[in-house]
């Protein structure tokens, strides 16, 4: 999984030419597979005494991020002090 995801990355961050995030989907459903794998290697076979919070932490984090940049993602209209707060380097822009 991870050396599918690093092969799909590099390409797409490699790539000279101007690219978007939809180029980046191949690589991203690796990414996914690999922190799912994580989520549940620290849930069931972690033998840290915390692994089950970190886990936790770890899904409620990506729930609220997805939350916040859901409007930017779906192009809703939203006010311009939000749409701000998205761009959160310049280059983003």
Request: glycine share 2%; no cysteine.
């Amino acid at each position: 999984v991870f050396i599918s995801w690093l092969v799909l990355w590099l390409f797409w961050a490699t790539n000279p030419r101007t690219l978007f995030s939809y180029h980046y989907i191949p690589a991203f459903v690796f990414a996914v597979l690999a922190l799912g794998y994580v989520v549940h290697w620290l849930w069931h076979e972690s033998r840290f005494d915390r692994s089950r919070q970190i886990a936790i932490v770890f899904v409620v984090a990506v729930g609220v991020t997805f939350v916040y940049f859901y409007p930017h993602l779906a192009a809703v209209d939203v006010p311009r002090w939000l749409d701000d707060q998205y761009f959160w380097f310049s280059s983003w822009r």
